[in-house]
Every structure is written in structure tokens, then in C-alpha cells.
């Protein structure tokens, strides 16, 4: 069983599991439907045979206890979930309807493995007869009710959204992606260039003779180029369902395996964990365990949030019939590095049924997932669902028909943009097994709408490429929006952030200057970049940077609360450079008299260093000083070089 692909269940519940678990642990001469021995014999036979994997054997045996007890209702349960091993889902039907009608009140779970068939099939109206059948019944059994109540309401639902289907056209990445093996899980950066994906492969050197690899392409005009493998992080063993940050420098994915040696060592606490890897120029480093995050449970397919924040994955509890109770959970990132502990995710999305292949969009609003806990089509259906103000998650909306059918869709990714979705399929007319898909996601159920910031950072003087913490300030609120960091080897970085809004970049590195600079994302459309450059000046005497993001109104000395991000920024570069003395300079247009600039400027300086002071640092390591409109970068002449003039700078005196 490969851990990582996506399930593909042959019936929603694992009641059916746990009923021919308790079949297949049943003591000679349990009570059974039956009384003949030789046919019971039998049967046990096959079931020690469907147990070691000898399926053709077992289907054999079972054959026989049939003909000898044509009504042994347990032969023909093992002999329908046989067929559905072989996907032979209509014998498995044929099978299920024969034992509601020779022994309907010894199984009552039949009912509702067949109706899920039957939705499977989307014969809904013969699944609703199913569902209504064995409510009639007025059994004492609350669990069973309830599901088949919300199976009934599952049915009313898929009935209505194939009445009223929604736009799908779904196109197929190519041989560039696909091959005549199972490619699922996709994930793609924020710019849309780089694509990252699990295939299936054959090799001989593990158990199986397949396990699971990462390939990664990138983008060529509309198409893809040929997919190679990730072959830093690849092992013999399986990793799958990976997750990449916004910018394509870290690696969130899940290994079900413990091992060591030559293959590194992935050392897991459960059966599945999660690792992260991070990328410096092309080279991804060796995966690390996020030890704070994983459980001894199954903690798999992570999705993790554009803001560097926050990491959303799925945890199951392992049972005697496999993993159940799928929810999903979030841990977020703090300040010192180390994640918080992983709770539920609050809201409406989680069900006592399973929910899997969470993807959060780059909005941070718009959460993504497979479950068959809510109301849909059968099996897993694709939902989405809105954060709410209080921070829980809203109502979940299904997709719709036929983006969502009557058996199982998962491992869906929406691109940037919110236009574009991906997702994995065994439609007809592949390359083979589960192929990559695009579609256009229908308008009514897209997220918000982003933009990303691309930049680069360097030294000022040589121009070397550097590595450097990235921060993005929401201007009207204050708030750091996205903390990320530069590549080591290119300097670049990559953020996503709202349209709309204005943003202040603050840029830091240990021995350098921090560098700041504002800009806004209104009028700038959706998914379109902006391109930005931070060069850092090393800390040196007589060096200058402007204050871009201090702020004033005009003929105003009373700092606005949005100052604050990016005073605390040079807070903390006195505080880490304590023999470092500064200047605060203040300077104006040229509108107004020569006095009244003079005194305005003084007096901008002046607020600056008393805030400073404020917070703690010492009123002998700064100087406020007022320049008037005395020193010009720009020319006066024109609103932007005016605005230019007005800033505020601070120079190293010491």
C-alpha cells in the first residue's frame, strides 16, 4: 500500500472493514447465519486466504461455500468486497443486494454499504431506497441512523447539482507531466513557473517494487517542460503529498518510513510524518522531522499558507482496520523558530467522517479539502470553506457537478490567481493510471484574489547576492502581513500579499543597514507582479538610509501609528550594535518659507529620537537634527520629487 496516494475508497464507511474484521477474527464455531459446517469451514478457509493476500484463492472458497449455503449472507459480504478489490463494483452490488434480501436484519450495515455503491454508481434514487429501507427497519443503532439520514441528504444534493452542473473542462498537462504511471499531489509557486508533483515509480529494490518520488518542471510558454526528478530529497522509500512555500525555497512533505545510511535518515515517531527541506540556489537541503508538529499517529498531506506562518495537514488514528478519524489540524511558526502544538482546525470543516488533501490558498481565506462527512456527491468531495472574522472556519461549500462525482476527487491545487485548478484523474483518455489535470474553477467558488511581490536583495557596494529576513507591513494596520527570507545563493524572494492595500518593505541582515521602502497594490491587477530591488549598505561610519516607511502629515510632527513597525526595526539595530551611535535627519520640499521647514524638519527629528528614547535606547547615542529643505535628492518641481524631499534618514555618526 503506497501511504501517500490518494485514497480510492471502494466503500465510505470502514463500518464495512470493521464488520469483516470481526468475520475474520471469529472463533470456530462462532454464530453464524448458517448452520452448515462444511460451508462455515470453508468460509473461515477463504478468509485466511483473503488475509494472506491469495485473493483468487479465497474468491475459489468462497465459491464453494456459496453453492453448498446459497443463503450465507457473511460469503457473500467477503465475496463482494473481493469483487471490489478487482473493481468489480457492480458484482459487489449484485453481491450486497443479494444479502438484503436473505438476510436483511442480520446485517443492516449492508444497506448502506450498498447505497454508498449506489452513489458511487450515481444511481441516486435506488441509493435513496437503500438509505430509506433501513431506516424503516427501527433499529436501535443511533450511528447507523445517522448516516443514513446524511446519505439521504447526499443524495437529494447530488440529485439537484447534476440537475444544474457547473462549468468543468477539464485539459490534460501532457506527457511533459504524465506517464503511464499514477502522478497526483501537485503543488506550484506562487508566480506559477515552477510545478512540483508525486509519481509512482517501479524499482526493484523495495518491497512492492514501487514506491513514490517528487518530480518538478517548470514552466515553458503554456506548457510544461519534461518533469525531472527531485533528486536531493528522493529516496528508495515512499515521499509524497508535498507542499511548497510561496516562494519555492521550502519543502513541506510527508515519509512513512524510518531509515538510515546512505538513504539518510528520515526517522520517523508515527507511521507517517512530516519533514521539511529548504532550497539555496537549486540545491534542496537534507529533510528535517518537524518533531513539534508530528504525533506517533499518521500526519500527512501538509499545505502550508503563503504568510510563512502557518502549517495545515491531516492526522489520522490508527485503528485495527487502518487509519481513521481524518481531521484536519494547523501548527503555526513562532518567532524562535520552533512550531506551536498542532490542534484541531476550529469552524465547521472537520466531521467524524474523513477529511483530507487540505490545501490553503495563498489568499489565507480560502481553505480547500476532500470529505465524505458532508453532504455530496459519494465518496470524497472537493469543499471549500471561508475563515471567518473570529478565526474558525465557515459553512463548507461543495464544488459542484461534475467537478465532483460519484466517487472519490481529492488532491485538488488552485493556482495563485484563483483561476486555474489541478487536480489528479483516471478519466479515460490518459497516459496512464491517475494523470494531472488544469480546468478553469468556476467564478462562484474561486478565492480571493493576490498579487505577489518579487525582489531581489544585495550588497550595495559589490553587488553580491545576499541572505536577508523579508518583511511586508500592511501600512493601515501595522501588522507584519508576511515574514519571509531571501535566497542565500540569488538573493531573490518571493511574497504573497492582497491587492488593493499599501505595503511597507522592511529588509534586514546582520552587519548591513536595514533597507526600507513603500509601495501600493492598488490598480495593480491580480496575479500580476511587482518587481522590487533592496540594496543593504554594510554598518559603517558616515553611511545613510532613508526612514521610508516614517511617516507624517502633512505640516505635521506627530509620527503616525504605522511608523512604528519601522522604528522598532532601527530599535533593534541600536540594540544589537550597542557601541553605534546615530543622527536623525530631518528634511522638506521646498514649499512654504525657509523658517517654517527649517523648524518643521527639526521637529520630525525631534519625535523620532523621542520615541527611541522611549523605548528604552539611550538619548547620548542619537541626535536630532533638522535640515529644512537645505538638501534636495529631487527636484522640487514636480509632486514625486517633492515627496522624494520629504524623509526622514539616519546617518552613522559612530
Known amino acids: 500500500m503506497i501511504n501517500n496516494l490518494p485514497s480510492i475508497r471502494q466503500l465510505s464507511l ?17 454464530r453464524y447465519s448458517i448452520s452448515d459446517k462444511k460451508a462455515i469451514k470453508l468460509y473461515e478457509e477463504a478468509i485466511r486466504a483473503y488475509e494472506l493476500r491469495l485473493s483468487e484463492e479465497a474468491a475459489q472458497l468462497i465459491e464453494k461455500a456459496i453453492e453448498r449455503a446459497p443463503r450465507f449472507g457473511e460469503a457473500y459480504l467477503l465475496r463482494a468486497q473481493v469483487k471490489m478489490d478487482e473493481k468489480d463494483r457492480k458484482g459487489a452490488i449484485d453481491d450486497l443486494r443479494q444479502v438484503t434480501m436473505i438476510a436483511s436484519r442480520s446485517f443492516p450495515q449492508t444497506y448502506l454499504f450498498l447505497g454508498d455503491l449506489l452513489m458511487q454508481e450515481e444511481d441516486y434514487a435506488d441509493a435513496k431506497v437503500q438509505f430509506e429501507t433501513l431506516l424503516k427497519m427501527q433499529l436501535e443503532a443511533p450511528p447507523l441512523n445517522a448516516e443514513a439520514m446524511m446519505k439521504l441528504e447526499s443524495c437529494r444534493f447530488a440529485e439537484n447539482a447534476k440537475a444544474n452542473p457547473v462549468p468543468f473542462d477539464p485539459v490534460n498537462l501532457g506527457p511533459s507531466v504524465n506517464s503511464e504511471m499514477a502522478e497526483y499531489f501537485p503543488c506550484i509557486t506562487a508566480d506559477s513557473e515552477t510545478f512540483l508533483f508525486t509519481r509512482l515509480v517501479n524499482d526493484k529494490r523495495v518491497r512492492g517494487g514501487k514506491q513514490e518520488d517528487f518530480f518538478i518542471t517548470m514552466r515553458d510558454g503554456d506548457g510544461w517542460l519534461p518533469a525531472e526528478p527531485l533528486s536531493e530529497v528522493n529516496t528508495p522509500f515512499n515521499e509524497g503529498a508535498p507542499t511548497l512555500s510561496a516562494d519555492g525555497s521550502l519543502l513541506f512533505f510527508v515519509a512513512c518510513e524510518s531509515f538510515g545510511g546512505d538513504w539518510g535518515s528520515y526517522d520517523g515517531l508515527g507511521s507517517c510524518d512530516l519533514f521539511v527541506s529548504k532550497r539555496v540556489g537549486n540545491t534542496w537541503g537534507k529533510a528535517q522531522n518537524i518533531r513539534q508538529v508530528n504525533s506517533y ?54 466531521t467524524p467522517l474523513a477529511e483530507e488533501s487540505v490545501l490553503i490558498h495563498p489568499d489565507g481565506e480560502t481553505l480547500y479539502f476532500s470529505s465524505n462527512g458532508h453532504p455530496g456527491m459519494g465518496g470524497l468531495d472537493i469543499f471549500y470553506s471561508k475563515k471567518q472574522p473570529d478565526g474558525s472556519w465557515g459553512e463548507p461549500v461543495n464544488l459542484g457537478y461534475p467537478i465532483n462525482t460519484g466517487g472519490d476527487e481529492n488532491s485538488l491545487l488552485v493556482d495563485a490567481k484563483g483561476e486555474v485548478a489541478y487536480f489528479a484523474s483516471d478519466r479515460a483518455g490518459g497516459y496512464g493510471d491517475l494523470d494531472l489535470y488544469s480546468f478553469v474553477l468556476p467564478e462562484n467558488v474561486r478565492p480571493n484574489p493576490v498579487s505577489y511581490v518579487r525582489g531581489v536583495v544585495y550588497d550595495a557596494e559589490n553587488r553580491n547576492k545576499l541572505e536577508a529576513i523579508v518583511e511586508l507591513i500592511d501600512l493601515e494596520t501595522g501588522q507584519v502581513a508576511i515574514e519571509s527570507y531571501s535566497d542565500a545563493r540569488t538573493g531573490e524572494f518571493l511574497v504573497v500579499l ?10 534586514s541582515r546582520p552587519g548591513y543597514l536595514f533597507y526600507s521602502e513603500n509601495f501600493s497594490l492598488k490598480g495593480v491587477e491580480a496575479g500580476e507582479p511587482v518587481n522590487l530591488e533592496a540594496p543593504l549598505d554594510k554598518l559603517k561610519e558616515g553611511k545613510r538610509m532613508v526612514l521610508n516607511n516614517v511617516f507624517f502629515d502633512t505640516d505635521s510632527y506627530v509620527l503616525k501609528p504605522s511608523s512604528k513597525v519601522e522604528l522598532n526595526k532601527l530599535i533593534a539595530l541600536l540594540e544589537a550594535n550597542p557601541a553605534m551611535n546615530i543622527e536623525i535627519g530631518g528634511h522638506t520640499d521646498a514649499v512654504g518659507t525657509d523658517e517654517d521647514n527649517q523648524v518643521l524638519s527639526q521637529n520630525r527629528a525631534n519625535s523620532v529620537v523621542e520615541y527611541l528614547v522611549g523605548q528604552g535606547i539611550s538619548a547620548e547615542r542619537l541626535t536630532a537634527k533638522g535640515y529644512g529643505e537645505s538638501q534636495p535628492v529631487a527636484t522640487n518641481e514636480t509632486a514625486e520629487g517633492r515627496a522624494l524631499n520629504r524623509r526622514t534618514e539616519m546617518k552613522v555618526m559612530k
Open 14 to 30: 470502514l463500518a464495512f472493514c470493521l464488520l469483516l474484521s470481526t468475520i475474520a477474527t471469529a472463533q470456530p464455531g462462532q
Open 297 to 350: 499517529d499518521w500526519d500527512s498531506q501538509p499545505s502550508f499558507s503563503a504568510d510563512g506562518r502557518t502549517l495545515y495537514f491531516v492526522r489520522g488514528k490508527h485503528s485495527g482496520q487502518g487509519i481513521k478519524s481524518q481531521d484536519i489540524y494547523y501548527s503555526q511558526l513562532k518567532p524562535d523558530g520552533t512550531w506551536t502544538r498542532p490542534v484541531l482546525l476550529p469552524g465547521k470543516v472537520n
Open 498 to 507: 492582497p491587492p488593493g492595500r499599501d505595503y511597507a518593505l522592511n529588509v
